[in-house]
């Protein structure tokens, strides 16, 4: 008996040893007013999902005389129920937070004596760890168009403050655990150029019933992944886009997409969702454009003008109230038939107001871009040069606008 009771208590200084890595183990010395006795209590597996059936078992190393012993553990409600066999069991609950539950053990002997202790044992709660569709749960307010090539909703600057991703948590699969994503921000400029990018990454699951156990779920994840510390509780819910000092007719890229430096499993390059908005400016703007102007057409071609070789106006542009995009006429007024854009000489050149069609305008509408800076086209321009006659011209040219 005492040899017996010695390699107890070596196997108890080797226990912490040959089970910390799981934890699900543990020998344990019961302490009565008989004596001493040792029990080694286990669960059946390392590690349990929501749904899954613990089962505790209790084996006597050195039984302790007139002793009655119940393990007491509870996981989200759930309690452990005695079976057949002397084995113990419990249903892990669907909505049980993931963690290690420390198992308590009840001594009672036969003069009533009752005591109770924590022990080394832990039954391990894992989630489970799947990909939602993100289109099935995130939804980006205001709603908009999607696709590779969208025609972007467009919010006056008033309603740039609500623009947000939502998480429909409800629509989360209830075995998907959660759902880690990226939120990528990007601003271009009307000519396309990208002004800025920015992105978060965020977490949301579905939600538990109660906010207690839903911040307690937050925090859980706050602790064990160092990105997401910043996430506050409102934003399982919505996340707002901050998109602060961005011009005219800018266009905003909103992108969610699962976060996989973090989820687990190969990654699936088609799951995600795009949406894009642009802010809505003035519908009148004002340009500059330089061109090489020929005459087609003279109305007083008896009284000759010799033209020269530039034309420097100020232009008004009309813009489309939605795309911000320029109309392919437009109004001007400046220099014609000059040398240079500030030389206006006797006889040769002078003064023009003029009503210009840009084919390269046109040419955009049915989305062929020639660049953004060059116009070609027809103009009509009453023209007026120094000491001569006033008349109308109709001019081809091309050049650059700014």
């Given at each position: ?57 209790l ?7 007139n ?22 069991t ?23 004596r ?51 991703v ?36 965020m977490?949301?699951?579905r ?11 937050l925090?859980?994840?706050r ?10 509780p ?88 939605n ?15 000059v ?42 321009t009453p ?20």
């Amino acid at each position: 008996m005492l040899l017996l009771r010695l390699l107890g208590f070596v196997f108890l200084f080797l226990a912490p040893n040959l089970y910390a890595q799981a934890r699900s183990s543990s020998v344990t010395p019961v302490q009565v007013s008989s004596g001493q006795g040792l029990v080694r209590i286990f669960a059946d597996k390392p590690v349990y999902f929501p749904g899954d059936s613990v089962r505790l078992t209790l084996e006597w190393i050195d039984r302790a005389a007139n002793v009655t012993l119940t393990p007491f553990l509870e996981i989200g409600g759930a309690l452990l129920q005695s079976s057949r066999g002397g084995d113990y069991t419990l249903v892990v609950p669907q909505d049980a937070t993931p963690g290690s539950y420390r198992v308590r053990l009840g001594v009672s002997e036969a003069d009533g004596r009752q005591s109770f202790s924590d022990i080394d044992c832990f039954v391990n709660v894992e989630e489970y760890q799947a990909i939602e569709q993100v289109a099935n749960y995130v939804y980006v307010y205001p709603d908009s168009v999607a696709g590779d090539t969208p025609t972007p909703l467009t919010l006056g600057r008033d309603r740039l403050p609500d623009l947000q991703v939502v998480f429909r948590r409800d629509r989360i699969g209830e075995r998907m655990g959660p759902q880690f994503v990226t939120i990528s921000v990007e601003v271009q400029s009307r000519n396309g150029n990208t002004l800025r990018r920015d992105a978060r990454r965020m977490v949301t699951f579905r939600s538990q019933g109660d906010p207690v156990r839903d911040r307690a779920k937050l925090l859980g994840y706050r602790s064990a992944y160092g990105p997401f510390t910043n996430i506050l509780p409102e934003e399982l819910e919505r996340v707002p886009i901050l998109v602060d000092s961005v011009p005219n007719w800018a266009v905003i890229k909103v992108r969610v997409e699962p976060d996989y430096a973090v989820n687990i499993g190969a990654s699936d390059r088609s799951n995600f969702l795009v949406r894009y908005f642009r802010v809505k400016g003035p519908v009148v703007e004002a340009g500059l454009a330089l061109s090489a102007p020929k005459v087609l057409w003279d109305s007083r071609a008896e009284d000759s003008v010799d033209y020269g070789s530039t034309s420097a106006m100020a232009r008004l542009y009309l813009l489309h109230g939605n795309t911000g995009q320029r109309y392919p006429v437009s109004l001007g007024m400046g220099t014609f038939g000059v040398d240079s854009p500030v030389d206006v000489d006797r006889g040769r050149g002078g003064f023009a107001i003029s009503v210009f069609l840009d084919m390269v305008d046109l040419f955009r509408y049915v989305r062929i871009d020639l660049g953004r800076k060059v116009d070609a086209g027809l103009e009509l321009t009453p023209f007026f040069p120094i000491q001569k006659k006033a008349r109308f011209l109709l001019i081809a040219k091309v050049g650059l606008s700014i």
